[in-house]
Each structure stands twice: as structure tokens, then as C-alpha cells.
């Protein structure tokens, strides 16, 4: 008998088609009803022109306004490397992993001292993201505190470049310093065009939660949809505080909020590169705190997934992040449920891998953890092919009742399909101890230092000099 090729890919859903819809028409109609606070006059002329309805700073979108943008905007954004290879395609549930964004203080791997991050800790953070395999992105992960506030948003997107050659999801504080990062990624890109075919940066923007724009936010959608840069719009509703408490509540907001970006970039310029999506997750009653280890954030998410997928549109999720202050028990178990889930979820553009202390924490050595956590959801998401060759009737058959396996050729053909690992310990106790009997903190420091040698190929001499011509007119 001949077995056809056959997968199926592990599925996780949170939603019926039937709760679907009514998010959906639900976020229509908060739109509609209540509208979105936004004072900024380019935007509300658009906006008004268009069919929405302007009063004063209140625009209420109607639902054929909201369903028509949806469809304008494209149902998939490539990015590409600092070299040009198109290396990550936002479409469907394919799922590509990446680290954090605006961390204020820095967890050194070597010595566990916490303190205040600065433009050599982006070195060294950028570093390890360009050396781990299943980072396929970065960010900038922190805030240079060593360096002029106003110009420190350029600073650290100025380090990653140097030192990582993946696409880059970059945050700032306003639409001078986007079109600074732009005109550094453009040098790198070598023109428009070639941009244009494989952005080497995203832009991540937020609106204000519950349902406000300030003007900041608004003038960098604007220009990121009249240059053609992608665009993250993703506000971050708190259930209890933000949004409200009950979780459909606030998915239906954080949609909401996220919908009507993208409505005034395609206003701006149809099939602008869209991604969308929302940190929903709680506050924790007993601290206050924005939880990023809490398992309604990732339940929240994979619904928010669910209805990105509905909108055919590009999705920005969030795993691999935790509410512990060190890489520890409580760091890996959350890493480990969020992943898996984003993964299952088909959440493409995740990030926050590597995020310690409810999003104030950058830690290489958890990203070093979280790297090894992922390289174990990417061997289980595939599923399990079923064909001729694996189901191995013919080896199982020649092998017999009581036989053994080890020195058939099958054996070698498929004994490195299994996942190993440099950091996680399968040796049997006599081995450990013989080894040295390194506990797996120990382990963890010794593989993050090996990690931060790397050496990322370096940019052409020319862009640099001209990256530093750039900088002293930020200055």
C-alpha cells in the first residue's frame, strides 16, 4: 500500500466562527457609536472627507468606512535583512519570533546587577537577537539612558544596524526622529525601491487606551503611510483600568482602537503596509501592574489572532515575556506557555521575547532562555508528516519481534529530525556530576557569554561614515 504526503499543522483556537463575527460587528459598532478621540487637524480633514463623521475631536467611523480600509489594506508584508533578503513574510499564521522594545533598565548575565540601560547595552542586547536563530527580527529593547533624551531614540536604532543584520520593529517619540530611522534604513537599503521591496524596518506606533490619538502618534502614521513604511498600530488596553474588565470587552476595544489606524493610513495611501493588533492583558489587582506573564494576555492574544486572520490581515502578537525579575522558574514557565500558544495561534509578528519584570527589564540571558524555548515550539508546530518513508512499515518489518534499530540505515536518515539541546541537561546523574554538575543557572551564564562573542558581519565602511555624518545632525 502507498501513503500519500500528509501533515496537519497543530491548531490552537479560542474563537468560534459564530464569536467571530460578533467581535467583529461589535468593534463596528463601538466605531460607529463611540468613535475614537483624535485632535489633530490633517488627520480629522482626511477623516471628514472620507465619510466619517467629525465632531469637534470625536470621529465616529462608520462600519462601511471600517470594512472598506480593511479591505484596501494588504493581506501580507514581507520584510528584509540589512542585505535585502526578504527573510520575513507577515501572512496567514505563520509565525516569526523577535525581542522587546523601550526597557528601561538592563539585567547584566554575567553578574545579575540591574541597572539603568544604556546605548552599549543595546550593543550587546542587538548582539545576541542577530546570534540567536530563532530571533527571526529585533528591536531596539531599551532606552540609552546614557544619552541626550531627545536624540536617544536614534541612538539605539543607529546600534542595532551596526550590530544586527535582521528587520528592525523600531519605536520613538515622534515623527522627526521616524523620518531619521527612515532615512538611516533607506542608506542601508541602498534606495526607495529596494526598501520599498524589502523593508529592513517596521514602525511601532500606539494609540492611547481607551480610544485616543495624540498628535505625535497621528503625524507618524501619516508619514509612515505616505513613505510606504509598515506600520504597527497597537494600542495596549488593561482590563480593569483601560479597557474593560471582562476579556471580550476588551478585545472588542483593543481592535477597535487598532481598526482605526489602520482606516487613516489607507485614507492617507491605499495598501499601505498595515499590521495590526493589541496588547490586551490585565492589571493585576493585587499590584497594579500591566501583567505580561498573565495567561489571559495569551488567551487574549490567540483571539486577537484569531480575528486578524479573519481580516486577512498581518497580526502583532506578544510571548516569551514574564513578570519574574531573573531568568528562573517562574520566567521559563511563562515563556514557555506563551510561546507555545502564539505559535499555535498563528500571532506573526511576536514580540517581547525576552522581557523581564512587567516590560522594564532587558536581560540577554533570558533571551538566551527564551531562544531555547523557542527552538522547541518550532520543532513541535510542524506536526507530524505521514508517508511511506516515516511510517517505516519495511524497517519495523525487517527489524522483527525483539530486534533493534540502531544500525539501520532509517535510523541514520532520521535520528537528527530529534531536537537537541546545549542548554537543557538529559545526562544521567553520574555524567552531570562527572561534567562539573553545573546547575542550569550556571549553564545559562555560560551559554549567554558564548552568545555575546558573536560577531555580526559589519556594515560597509561608507554607510558607516555616513550614519555618523547623520548622527551629528541629530545632535
Known sequence: MVYPDL????????????????????TLELLERTGVEIGHPRALEILDGAGAHVDGDRVRMPAWLVEDTIRKAPSRVVL????????????????WFGPSVDCV??????????????????????????????????????????????IADRVIAKQVFAHCEKPLVFCCKDVDSVRDIYEMALLIAGDEERFRQAPNIVHYSEPISPLLYYDPAVEKILFCAEKGIPLINFPAPQAGSTAPASFAGEIVQGSAESLSGLVLAQLVRPGAPFIYGAFATVMDMRTT???????????????????AQHYKLPFFGTAGCSDAKFPDAQ???EAAFSCLSSALSGANLVHDAGWLDH???ASPAYMVLVNEVLDMVNQFTPGIAINDEVLALDVINQVGPGGHYLEEKHTYRHFRNV??????????????LAAGGKRF?????????????HEPAPLDDDIVQELDRMAVHWE
Open 331 to 333: 520566567a521559563a514557565a
Open 419 to 432: 531536537w537537541y539541546s546545549d542548554l537543557f541537561d538529559r545526562s544521567i546523574y553520574d555524567e552531570w
Open 359 to 361: 516590560g522594564s527589564l
Open 289 to 307: 501592574v500591566f501583567s505580561y506573564g498573565a495567561p489571559e494576555m495569551s488567551l487574549m492574544v490567540a483571539a486577537l489572532a484569531q480575528m
Open 80 to 95: 528584509g535583512r540589512r542585505d535585502g533578503e526578504r527573510s520575513v513574510f507577515l501572512e496567514g499564521d505563520k509565525v
Open 7 to 26: 501533515r496537519f499543522k497543530p491548531r490552537l483556537s479560542v474563537l468560534s466562527d459564530d464569536q467571530i463575527e460578533q467581535i467583529h460587528l461589535a
Open 105 to 150: 533598565d538592563y539585567l547584566d548575565p554575567l553578574t545579575d546587577e540591574r541597572k539603568r540601560f544604556t546605548s552599549d547595552n543595546c550593543r550587546v542586547t542587538s548582539t545576541v537577537a542577530d546570534a540567536l536563530p530563532s530571533f527571526t527580527w529585533v528591536m531596539t529593547i531599551g532606552m540609552a539612558d546614557d544619552v541626550d533624551p531627545d
Open 441 to 453: 543557572g550556571e549553564r545559562l551564564r555560560e551559554q549567554t557569554r558564548a552568545v555575546m562573542e
